[in-house]
């Protein structure tokens, strides 16, 4: 790897193990360039982490909300009290029948897990749980788009799941009477976990083919730059680029106009 390219977006397939700030602190390091990550991964998870390098990091708010795909094996019949193996079993429970456990598609109210990597006052739940810090978890709305049954061989069961951003899947666990033997995110909106390489660096308007696209004529770029709003009849998130393939900013587009919202270029 080198620091030549130092803006765009990194696919990785985050192993089980370190957190999602861990992999991004070690290619922030080999390309020498400031790194964010755009949806985190539990230590325990593995699959896709999307990383955004240099000015690309400014684009994560665009990215976050996309809906994701995980697989998992879930052991029915026992809870535990982080959602995963690792916890402690807490109760044991009927074994949910397909039936029980395809009724989960469509949307859904679940608690947040305790050992998640969300932050609670500032700190991840999953660290204030290995400390034994007591904290009431949030709840939250969620769509399972699609949930399909891979295999089921009670007490085991292995699914496949499109839900939507910030779908918990230890929760839909505990939902089940079980917990997560493994789990693996195969895909964020567009991006795939099959196409992960650490080595490679897309460009910024790769990180947003998912948005609508608008090509600046020469005379207008200087205006985005400087934050002036164009005639436009979109609505919502439009991506701004010149010819030659260069992006200029992220704009939101209403009542005839957008207006730069995000400038990268």
Do not use: N
């Not at 034994?132 to 069961?157: D, K, Q």
């Not at 207008?220 to 919502?236: A, F, K």
């Amino acid at each position: 790897m080198g620091a030549e390219t130092t803006a765009g977006l990194v696919l990785v397939d985050k192993p089980a193990g370190p957190s999602s700030f861990a992999v991004v602190k070690r290619l922030r390091d080999a390309y020498g360039a400031k790194a964010g990550h755009a949806g985190t991964l539990d230590p325990l998870a593995t699959g896709l982490l999307l990383v955004l390098l240099g000015r690309g990091t400014r684009l994560a708010r665009y990215l976050v909300g996309l809906d994701k795909r995980y697989r998992t094996e879930i052991r029915l019949g026992l809870r535990t009290s982080t959602g995963d193996g690792e916890g402690e079993i807490v109760e044991e429970t009927p074994v949910a029948s397909e039936r029980d456990i395809r009724v989960l598609e469509g949307e859904v109210e679940l608690p947040v897990p305790q050992a998640s990597a969300v932050k609670i006052d500032g700190e991840r739940a999953y660290r204030l749980h290995r400390r034994g810090v007591a904290v009431e978890m949030p709840v939250r709305r969620s769509e399972i788009h699609v949930l399909r049954i891979v295999r089921y061989a009670p007490p085991l069961v292995e699914l496949d799941l499109h839900v939507s951003s910030g779908t918990y899947v230890r929760s839909i666990a505990h939902e089940l009477g079980g917990h997560c033997r493994w789990l693996r995110r195969t895909a964020v909106g567009p991006f795939r976990v099959e196409d992960a390489d650490e080595e490679r660096v897309l460009p910024l308007l790769a990180a947003l083919v998912h948005l609508p696209e608008r090509e600046l004529a020469a005379d207008e770029v200087p205006l985005v730059r400087s934050g002036r709003p164009l005639p436009d009849p979109g609505e919502g998130p439009t991506v701004l680029w010149t010819g030659d393939g260069e992006l200029v900013a992220v704009g939101i587009a209403g009542d005839g106009v957008v207006r730069p919202e995000t400038v990268v270029g």
